[in-house]
């Protein structure tokens, strides 16, 4: 779900997420020194190793999960 054209920071995903869940409970526990402000993700390397594209947005896959998540036991 993390779109080929941009990087996300965790900041960024947590925010997705909870725009969606707000009560969503987003903890860090990233590894030590990372920085959750500039610790950017992103699928480039899938994209030119594998050629693969995403379906989605990152905000639309986190709909699309959270609305997958309301209708499925877990």
Not at 12 to 33: D, R, Y
Not at 51 to 70: F, H, I
Request: glycine share 10%; hydrophobic share 50%.
């Amino acid at each position: 779900v993390i779109d080929g054209t941009d990087t996300f920071a965790q900041y960024a995903i947590a925010a997705a997420v909870q725009a969606v869940l707000p009560a969503a409970g987003i903890v860090n526990q990233g590894s030590e020194g990372a920085d959750p402000h500039h610790a950017p993700m992103g699928i480039r390397a899938a994209q030119g190793v594998l050629g693969w594209q995403p379906k989605w947005s990152l905000a639309a896959g986190v709909q699309a999960y959270a609305e997958w998540l309301k209708e499925h036991e877990f």
